[in-house]
């Protein structure tokens, strides 16, 4: 039989083979076992997070505050560089950096770029976008993704190969052309992520049109985005949103809409999501109808989602506002309106004397204050005024943030620096909240990143700001 007996000791292991006795003992060095240093791997762990949540401070948190000059949405400059949504982009030169004609794209004395990609190869110089500007909210349009330079056409910052560059125009929506093709944009079939040619779509580039959303005709059929659905080429227009319509029919995503009884020939929009024929209004998205409107024949609309007729104001689908006066009927903002009578947040009346709208949604009359149609109470009417950032706003008494007073804050020195940021002569504060650490003299625009750091650091190790 045969088996192994083993000894061993701190440096060397003993065995011996009992099948064959004659064998002797054999020793076999072994290395010395090293005793794990515990605290100095820990220690090395803790200043490499250290080094690692510095780095997201400094180029990837939210450095909102610390901006000199916000150029759009993505976009911001301040002393440090460039930042594209809130991080640092690389190589960018923050003294020429500027966005190209309001658009996705951006560029600086040596480079362009495409949201926080650069475009290698792009010419700065002759590089033009094509497309529409962005909203004021940052949403992105439809065909916010065409462009060219002197040597290729782009879309979302990828090349499209066998462009005619001297005919190559944006025609809308998600189009544009040369003189041989017709391109489409579509995220579905993944041009973002990997840089294919743009769509190209079997029709007819001479008589091809854009008509509004994503519809679109030649000489041979209709479309909605790329697909063919038939319309009557004649009379086949665009409405609103979703829908077109012919002679025939209404047409929702494309398709013929059978849910309620439309009238085509008398289907038109009311701008602002809203469209009507000679029986209803309606919120175009779903044909959703607007309650107690008389004369569909004679509403139109009077801006900020307010609408009427001949005998009344109505407000998106709440429908009619009792008791309005239509000779006097004013729309001011975010909801507010008044005549002669009474001021009105959205459907309710809220005052019957005159009113002075302030900004950040903040609205006053002789007596009260309100925000969002809700009176602040206490607040002084004849000394209130809005200070900024949407939500800040001081009287002789009190300085509020929303409808909440800042505790303690002092009205007379109270004045909002940016981002989240605002002090007096006291305090500085984060959203309202004071920091007991922060010094007032010290709280500029050009100086607030560095609270950022002091605030990771309070929630890290104490648990607040």
């Known amino acids: 039989m045969f088996?192994?007996?083993s000894l061993r000791d701190i440096r060397n292991l003993y065995f011996m083979d009992q099948e064959n006795t004659h064998t002797a003992s054999q020793t076999i060095e072994q290395k010395p076992i090293k005793k794990k240093n515990l605290f100095g791997r820990m220690k090395k762990r803790y200043y490499l997070f250290l080094f690692v949540i510095s780095m997201v401070i400094i180029f990837g948190i939210n450095v909102v505050g610390k901006y000199e000059r916000m150029l759009n949405a993505a976009y911001v400059v301040n002393q440090i560089g460039v930042f594209c949504r809130q991080s640092y982009l690389w190589g960018a030169d923050k003294d020429t950096f500027k966005v190209i004609d309001g658009g996705p794209y951006a560029k600086d004395s040596d480079s362009v770029y495409y949201g926080c990609r650069k475009i290698q190869g792009a010419d700065p110089i002759t590089f033009q976008y094509l497309g529409s500007k962005f909203k004021s909210n940052g949403e992105r349009p439809l065909g916010a993704s065409y462009a060219k330079d002197k040597s290729h056409a782009y879309l979302f910052g990828s090349r499209i190969e066998g462009v005619d560059l001297a005919t190559f125009v944006y025609?809308?929506?998600?189009?544009?052309?040369?003189?041989?093709?017709?391109?489409?944009n579509d995220y579905s079939y993944g041009y973002y992520e990997n840089g294919k040619d743009g769509r190209t779509l079997d029709v007819d580039v001479v008589t091809f049109q854009y008509l509004g959303g994503e519809y679109t005709k030649d000489k041979n059929d209709t479309y909605y985005k790329n697909f063919?659905?038939?319309?009557?080429?004649?009379?086949?227009?665009?409405?609103?949103?979703?829908?077109?319509?012919?002679?025939n029919n209404v047409y929702e995503f494309g398709g013929v809409y059978i849910k309620k009884a439309i009238d085509p020939s008398t289907l038109q929009s009311l701008g602002e999501g809203f469209v009507k024929d000679k029986n209803n209004v309606y919120y175009s998205f779903g044909f959703e109808i607007v309650k107690g409107v008389a004369n569909p024949a004679a509403v139109y609309p009077i801006g900020k989602g307010f609408f009427r007729d001949t005998d009344n104001i109505y407000y998106?689908?709440?429908?009619?506002?009792?008791?309005?006066?239509?000779a006097t009927f004013e729309v001011l903002d975010e909801g507010y309106s008044k005549?002669?009578?009474?001021?009105?947040?959205?459907?309710?009346?809220?005052?019957?004397?005159?009113?002075q709208y302030l900004g950040g949604n903040y609205i006053k009359d002789n007596l009260n204050v309100y925000?969002?149609?809700k009176k602040i109470e206490g607040a002084d009417p004849a000394s209130f005024k809005y200070i900024g950032d949407d939500r800040y706003a001081k009287d002789l008494n009190h300085v509020?943030?929303?409808?909440?007073?800042?505790?303690?804050?002092?009205?007379?020195?109270?004045?909002y620096v940016g981002g989240a940021y605002s002090k007096?002569?006291?305090?500085?504060?984060?959203?309202g909240r004071y920091l007991k650490w922060a010094n007032p003299a010290k709280c500029t625009i050009s100086t607030i990143n560095k609270y950022e750091w002091t605030m990771l650091l309070n929630i890290a190790f104490r648990g607040g700001i």
């Not at 509020?400 to 004045?415: H, K, L, T, W």
């Open 371 to 373: 925000r969002y149609g």
């Open 339 to 355: 005549d002669k009578n009474n001021v009105y947040y959205f459907m309710r009346k809220i005052s019957s004397l005159d009113v």
């Open 424 to 431: 007096d002569k006291f305090r500085v504060y984060y959203y």
């Open 228 to 247: 063919p659905i038939g319309g009557d080429l004649s009379t086949f227009q665009y409405v609103d949103g979703e829908y077109a319509k012919d002679k």
């Open 316 to 326: 998106r689908m709440a429908g009619k506002i009792e008791g309005a006066d239509l």
């Open 3 to 5: 088996f192994l007996v």
């Open 171 to 184: 025609i809308g929506g998600r189009y544009a052309k040369d003189k041989k093709n017709i391109f489409y």
């Open 400 to 415: 509020y943030i929303g409808d909440s007073v800042i505790r303690d804050a002092d009205p007379n020195s109270f004045e």
